[in-house]
Protein backbone atom coordinates (compact mmCIF):
# COMPACT_ATOMS: atom_id res chain seq x y z
CA UNK A 1 0.00 0.00 0.00
CA UNK A 2 0.83 3.52 -0.88
CA UNK A 3 0.37 5.80 2.11
CA UNK A 4 0.17 9.48 2.58
CA UNK A 5 1.20 10.14 6.75
CA UNK A 6 0.51 13.70 8.17
CA UNK A 7 2.51 14.76 11.57
CA UNK A 8 1.47 18.30 13.18
CA UNK A 9 2.05 17.46 16.47
CA UNK A 10 4.31 20.26 17.69
CA UNK A 11 6.09 22.46 15.47
CA UNK A 12 6.83 20.25 12.20
CA UNK A 13 4.49 20.27 9.40
CA UNK A 14 5.28 16.89 8.26
CA UNK A 15 4.23 14.64 5.55
CA UNK A 16 5.63 11.28 3.62
CA UNK A 17 4.56 8.95 1.42
CA UNK A 18 5.19 5.50 2.25
CA UNK A 19 5.41 1.85 1.52
CA UNK A 20 5.83 -0.32 3.66
CA UNK A 21 9.24 0.81 5.75
CA UNK A 22 10.27 2.05 2.44
CA UNK A 23 9.96 6.27 2.79
CA UNK A 24 9.14 7.33 -1.14
CA UNK A 25 8.99 11.66 0.07
CA UNK A 26 9.85 13.13 3.18
CA UNK A 27 9.27 16.85 3.09
CA UNK A 28 8.60 18.87 6.38
CA UNK A 29 8.45 22.35 7.49
CA UNK A 30 9.93 23.73 10.52
CA UNK A 31 8.90 26.48 12.54
CA UNK A 32 11.93 26.62 14.89
CA UNK A 33 12.45 30.22 13.68
CA UNK A 34 9.45 30.87 14.45
CA UNK A 35 9.39 30.40 18.13
CA UNK A 36 13.22 31.18 18.81
CA UNK A 37 12.13 34.99 19.96
CA UNK A 38 9.62 33.20 22.39
CA UNK A 39 12.15 31.18 24.27
CA UNK A 40 9.52 28.02 23.41
CA UNK A 41 6.48 27.02 21.57
CA UNK A 42 3.64 28.90 20.93
CA UNK A 43 0.53 27.21 20.80
CA UNK A 44 -1.44 29.55 18.72
CA UNK A 45 1.70 30.57 15.84
CA UNK A 46 2.33 26.54 15.93
CA UNK A 47 -1.27 26.08 14.84
CA UNK A 48 -1.79 29.32 11.77
CA UNK A 49 1.95 28.19 10.45
CA UNK A 50 0.74 24.62 10.38
CA UNK A 51 -2.68 25.75 8.67
CA UNK A 52 -0.64 28.41 6.25
CA UNK A 53 1.89 25.23 5.27
CA UNK A 54 0.07 21.67 5.47
CA UNK A 55 -1.06 22.19 2.10
CA UNK A 56 2.14 23.36 0.35
CA UNK A 57 4.03 20.69 2.34
CA UNK A 58 1.42 17.84 0.61
CA UNK A 59 1.89 18.98 -2.62
CA UNK A 60 5.62 18.88 -2.29
CA UNK A 61 6.09 15.78 -0.59
CA UNK A 62 3.54 14.02 -3.73
CA UNK A 63 5.78 15.87 -6.11
CA UNK A 64 8.84 14.52 -5.40
CA UNK A 65 7.54 10.71 -4.39
CA UNK A 66 6.70 8.11 -7.82
CA UNK A 67 2.93 8.38 -6.73
CA UNK A 68 3.05 12.46 -8.18
CA UNK A 69 -0.95 12.63 -7.60
CA UNK A 70 -3.30 11.54 -4.28
CA UNK A 71 -5.40 9.40 -6.88
CA UNK A 72 -2.66 7.06 -6.45
CA UNK A 73 -2.33 7.15 -2.64
CA UNK A 74 -4.21 3.59 -1.05
CA UNK A 75 -4.56 5.27 2.34
CA UNK A 76 -3.89 8.30 4.80
CA UNK A 77 -2.12 7.81 8.50
CA UNK A 78 -2.24 11.05 10.42
CA UNK A 79 -1.17 11.79 14.08
CA UNK A 80 -4.05 12.20 16.55
CA UNK A 81 -2.12 12.43 19.65
CA UNK A 82 -0.17 12.64 21.84
CA UNK A 83 1.08 16.53 21.64
CA UNK A 84 0.20 19.84 21.34
CA UNK A 85 -3.48 20.16 21.09
CA UNK A 86 -4.44 22.98 18.35
CA UNK A 87 -1.56 21.57 16.25
CA UNK A 88 -2.99 18.49 16.21
CA UNK A 89 -6.06 19.56 14.94
CA UNK A 90 -4.44 20.83 11.52
CA UNK A 91 -3.15 17.50 10.60
CA UNK A 92 -6.41 15.31 11.42
CA UNK A 93 -8.46 17.96 9.85
CA UNK A 94 -6.44 17.80 6.59
CA UNK A 95 -6.48 13.84 6.75
CA UNK A 96 -9.67 13.26 7.32
CA UNK A 97 -10.94 15.72 4.35
CA UNK A 98 -8.22 13.94 2.18
CA UNK A 99 -9.83 10.15 3.31
CA UNK A 100 -13.80 11.71 2.04
CA UNK A 101 -12.50 13.70 -0.98
CA UNK A 102 -10.72 10.35 -2.57
CA UNK A 103 -12.62 7.84 -0.43
CA UNK A 104 -9.12 6.50 1.52
CA UNK A 105 -9.02 4.67 4.66
CA UNK A 106 -7.81 6.65 7.68
CA UNK A 107 -5.33 5.37 9.80
CA UNK A 108 -5.08 7.04 13.27
CA UNK A 109 -1.31 6.78 14.55
CA UNK A 110 -0.14 7.29 18.45
CA UNK A 111 2.97 9.78 17.49
CA UNK A 112 5.24 8.01 20.52
CA UNK A 113 4.62 4.67 18.02
CA UNK A 114 6.40 6.18 15.43
CA UNK A 115 9.51 6.82 17.61
CA UNK A 116 9.38 3.22 18.58
CA UNK A 117 9.42 2.31 15.01
CA UNK A 118 11.67 4.79 13.83
CA UNK A 119 15.02 2.88 13.83
CA UNK A 120 13.61 0.35 11.62
CA UNK A 121 12.67 3.40 8.82
CA UNK A 122 13.74 2.83 5.34
CA UNK A 123 14.68 4.87 2.37
CA UNK A 124 13.58 4.73 -1.09
CA UNK A 125 15.94 1.69 -1.47
CA UNK A 126 15.40 -0.43 1.11
CA UNK A 127 18.19 0.54 3.32
CA UNK A 128 19.56 0.06 5.94
CA UNK A 129 18.34 -3.55 5.97
CA UNK A 130 17.30 -4.24 9.90
CA UNK A 131 15.25 -7.14 10.93
CA UNK A 132 12.87 -7.44 13.67
CA UNK A 133 14.20 -8.83 16.26
CA UNK A 134 11.87 -8.82 19.45
CA UNK A 135 11.23 -8.47 22.43
CA UNK A 136 13.38 -4.74 23.18
CA UNK A 137 13.67 -1.98 25.76
CA UNK A 138 12.24 0.89 24.36
CA UNK A 139 14.31 4.49 25.47
CA UNK A 140 12.13 7.35 24.01
CA UNK A 141 13.48 10.63 25.51
CA UNK A 142 12.27 14.18 23.08
CA UNK A 143 11.41 17.57 24.80
CA UNK A 144 7.88 16.03 25.74
CA UNK A 145 8.50 12.81 26.41
CA UNK A 146 10.93 10.11 28.54
CA UNK A 147 9.80 6.71 29.07
CA UNK A 148 11.23 3.28 28.99
CA UNK A 149 9.42 0.66 26.73
CA UNK A 150 9.00 -3.10 26.74
CA UNK A 151 8.38 -3.82 22.88
CA UNK A 152 7.19 -7.39 23.21
CA UNK A 153 6.15 -7.77 19.15
CA UNK A 154 4.75 -5.37 16.26
CA UNK A 155 2.64 -3.21 18.58
CA UNK A 156 2.64 -4.82 21.32
CA UNK A 157 4.40 -2.53 24.34
CA UNK A 158 4.80 -2.24 28.19
CA UNK A 159 5.83 0.88 29.22
CA UNK A 160 7.69 0.35 32.34
CA UNK A 161 8.46 4.10 33.65
CA UNK A 162 8.05 7.51 32.25
CA UNK A 163 8.67 11.14 33.80
CA UNK A 164 6.44 12.41 36.63
CA UNK A 165 7.07 16.22 35.36
CA UNK A 166 9.51 17.42 32.48
CA UNK A 167 10.94 15.63 30.34
CA UNK A 168 14.45 15.35 29.30
CA UNK A 169 14.77 17.27 26.61
CA UNK A 170 12.58 19.68 28.24
CA UNK A 171 14.80 19.62 31.06
CA UNK A 172 17.87 20.15 29.13
CA UNK A 173 16.11 23.41 27.26
CA UNK A 174 15.22 25.18 30.68
CA UNK A 175 18.75 24.45 31.99
CA UNK A 176 20.04 26.30 28.51
CA UNK A 177 17.80 29.26 29.43
CA UNK A 178 19.23 29.15 32.74
CA UNK A 179 22.65 29.70 31.67
CA UNK A 180 20.92 32.78 29.42
CA UNK A 181 20.46 30.68 25.72
CA UNK A 182 17.43 31.01 23.85
CA UNK A 183 15.72 27.94 21.87
CA UNK A 184 16.26 24.90 21.89
CA UNK A 185 19.09 24.83 24.20
CA UNK A 186 19.63 20.99 24.26
CA UNK A 187 22.02 21.44 21.38
CA UNK A 188 23.69 24.44 22.51
CA UNK A 189 24.72 22.00 25.89
CA UNK A 190 25.49 19.30 23.95
CA UNK A 191 28.24 21.86 22.13
CA UNK A 192 29.36 23.29 25.36
CA UNK A 193 29.84 19.94 26.99
CA UNK A 194 32.03 18.48 24.40
CA UNK A 195 34.48 21.95 24.10
CA UNK A 196 35.57 20.89 28.13
CA UNK A 197 35.35 17.14 27.05
CA UNK A 198 31.83 16.03 28.85
CA UNK A 199 33.82 16.46 32.50
CA UNK A 200 30.89 16.43 35.19
CA UNK A 201 32.48 19.10 37.79
CA UNK A 202 29.31 19.42 39.67
CA UNK A 203 28.11 16.46 39.64
CA UNK A 204 24.25 17.21 40.21
CA UNK A 205 22.02 14.79 41.65
CA UNK A 206 20.84 11.70 39.27
CA UNK A 207 16.75 11.69 40.32
CA UNK A 208 15.15 8.09 41.42
CA UNK A 209 18.37 7.19 40.57
CA UNK A 210 18.03 4.45 43.33
CA UNK A 211 14.16 3.56 43.20
CA UNK A 212 12.76 0.36 42.84
CA UNK A 213 10.55 1.67 39.50
CA UNK A 214 11.92 3.17 35.82
CA UNK A 215 10.23 6.30 36.51
CA UNK A 216 11.84 9.66 35.99
CA UNK A 217 11.73 13.10 37.38
CA UNK A 218 13.92 15.76 36.02
CA UNK A 219 11.85 19.29 38.13
CA UNK A 220 14.53 18.69 41.05
CA UNK A 221 17.11 18.45 39.18
CA UNK A 222 16.33 21.63 37.00
CA UNK A 223 15.82 23.22 40.83
CA UNK A 224 19.49 22.26 41.67
CA UNK A 225 20.59 23.52 38.55
CA UNK A 226 19.30 26.89 38.88
CA UNK A 227 20.50 27.13 42.44
CA UNK A 228 23.89 26.96 41.31
CA UNK A 229 23.89 28.98 38.92
CA UNK A 230 22.34 31.68 40.84
CA UNK A 231 24.78 31.83 43.72
CA UNK A 232 27.62 32.17 41.18
CA UNK A 233 28.75 35.76 40.06
CA UNK A 234 28.28 36.66 36.52
CA UNK A 235 32.00 36.47 35.78
CA UNK A 236 32.09 32.66 37.23
CA UNK A 237 29.09 31.67 35.82
CA UNK A 238 30.55 33.08 32.19
CA UNK A 239 34.18 31.78 32.94
CA UNK A 240 32.22 27.94 33.49
CA UNK A 241 29.42 27.48 30.85
CA UNK A 242 31.20 24.68 29.68
CA UNK A 243 31.55 22.50 32.73
CA UNK A 244 27.50 23.20 34.01
CA UNK A 245 26.39 22.46 30.58
CA UNK A 246 28.13 19.30 31.08
CA UNK A 247 27.49 18.34 34.57
CA UNK A 248 23.80 19.25 34.02
CA UNK A 249 23.69 17.02 30.86
CA UNK A 250 25.78 13.92 32.39
CA UNK A 251 23.22 13.89 35.09
CA UNK A 252 20.52 13.47 32.56
CA UNK A 253 21.97 10.92 30.41
CA UNK A 254 23.14 8.95 33.49
CA UNK A 255 20.01 8.99 34.95
CA UNK A 256 18.14 7.25 31.50
CA UNK A 257 21.26 4.86 30.69
CA UNK A 258 20.89 3.86 34.77
CA UNK A 259 17.26 3.17 34.02
CA UNK A 260 17.41 1.36 31.09
CA UNK A 261 20.08 -0.50 32.13
CA UNK A 262 18.20 -1.52 35.09
CA UNK A 263 15.12 -2.81 32.87
CA UNK A 264 17.24 -4.54 30.75
CA UNK A 265 18.27 -6.81 34.07
CA UNK A 266 14.93 -6.94 35.00
CA UNK A 267 13.42 -8.33 31.76
CA UNK A 268 16.22 -10.16 30.88
CA UNK A 269 16.03 -8.55 27.34
CA UNK A 270 19.62 -7.33 25.86
CA UNK A 271 18.57 -5.23 22.59
CA UNK A 272 17.64 -1.41 22.95
CA UNK A 273 15.84 1.09 20.29
CA UNK A 274 16.15 4.81 21.36
CA UNK A 275 14.27 7.16 19.73
CA UNK A 276 13.51 11.40 20.12
CA UNK A 277 14.97 14.38 19.70
CA UNK A 278 17.64 14.14 22.44
CA UNK A 279 18.57 10.99 20.59
CA UNK A 280 21.00 12.79 18.43
CA UNK A 281 23.02 13.44 21.24
CA UNK A 282 26.36 12.12 20.90
CA UNK A 283 27.00 12.17 24.37
CA UNK A 284 24.22 10.00 24.93
CA UNK A 285 24.66 7.56 21.76
CA UNK A 286 28.09 6.84 23.39
CA UNK A 287 27.34 6.19 26.50
CA UNK A 288 24.37 4.07 25.38
CA UNK A 289 26.46 1.61 23.06
CA UNK A 290 28.78 1.73 25.72
CA UNK A 291 26.85 0.59 28.45
CA UNK A 292 24.38 -1.84 25.84
CA UNK A 293 28.21 -3.36 24.80
CA UNK A 294 29.01 -4.69 28.02
CA UNK A 295 26.06 -6.51 28.53
CA UNK A 296 26.42 -8.67 24.76
CA UNK A 297 23.45 -6.86 23.32
CA UNK A 298 22.84 -4.11 20.53
CA UNK A 299 21.29 -0.55 20.45
CA UNK A 300 19.58 0.72 17.24
CA UNK A 301 19.11 4.58 16.64
CA UNK A 302 17.11 5.99 14.10
CA UNK A 303 19.68 5.43 10.95
CA UNK A 304 18.67 9.27 9.54
CA UNK A 305 19.15 12.58 11.79
CA UNK A 306 15.65 14.09 10.86
CA UNK A 307 14.08 10.16 12.46
CA UNK A 308 14.62 11.92 15.60
CA UNK A 309 12.41 14.08 15.54
CA UNK A 310 9.00 15.02 14.89
CA UNK A 311 8.24 13.20 11.34
CA UNK A 312 5.92 12.07 8.89
CA UNK A 313 7.69 9.07 7.83
CA UNK A 314 7.81 7.32 10.97
CA UNK A 315 4.00 7.59 11.27
CA UNK A 316 3.55 6.21 7.53
CA UNK A 317 5.56 3.11 9.14
CA UNK A 318 3.64 2.53 11.63
CA UNK A 319 0.42 3.18 9.36
CA UNK A 320 1.47 0.51 7.04
CA UNK A 321 2.03 -1.91 9.86
CA UNK A 322 -1.56 -1.28 11.01
CA UNK A 323 -2.80 -1.54 7.23
CA UNK A 324 -1.67 -4.76 6.92
CA UNK A 325 -3.66 -5.89 10.24
CA UNK A 326 -6.89 -3.83 8.47
CA UNK A 327 -6.68 -1.31 11.69
CA UNK A 328 -8.63 1.14 9.60
CA UNK A 329 -10.87 3.81 11.51
CA UNK A 330 -14.42 3.13 10.83
CA UNK A 331 -15.94 6.90 11.74
CA UNK A 332 -13.60 9.46 10.95
CA UNK A 333 -15.64 11.48 13.47
CA UNK A 334 -14.27 9.34 16.11
CA UNK A 335 -10.89 9.95 15.68
CA UNK A 336 -10.31 13.20 17.60
CA UNK A 337 -6.89 14.69 18.85
CA UNK A 338 -5.77 13.46 21.98
CA UNK A 339 -2.86 15.51 23.69
CA UNK A 340 -2.30 13.17 26.66
CA UNK A 341 -2.56 9.79 24.76
CA UNK A 342 -1.13 7.05 26.21
CA UNK A 343 0.78 4.49 24.30
CA UNK A 344 -0.74 2.07 25.59
CA UNK A 345 -4.61 3.27 24.41
CA UNK A 346 -5.65 1.38 21.51
CA UNK A 347 -6.16 3.51 18.13
CA UNK A 348 -9.91 3.68 16.94
CA UNK A 349 -10.30 0.84 14.66
Not at 285 to 313: I, Q
Request: charged letters at 25%.
Amino acid sequence: MKILAIDTSCDETSVAVVSGRRVFSHVEYSQIAMHEKWGGIVPSIAKRAHEERIDWVIDETLKHSKVKTLKNIDAVAVTYGPGLAIALEVGLKKAKEISNKYTLPLIGINHMEGHLYSPFVQNSKGNPKRKFSFPYIGLLVSGGHTEIILFKDNLSYEVLGKTRDDAAGEALDKAARILGFGYPGGPILEHLAKDVGNIDTYHFPQPMIRSENFEFSFSGLKTSFLYKVRAMSENKKNNNLGYLASSFQEAIFQTVIKKTQKAMRQTGVKNVLVGGGVAVNNRLRYLMRKTVRETSGFVLFPSYKYLNFDNAAMIGVVGAIRAERNLFVKNLEELDRKPRLSLLQSTIK
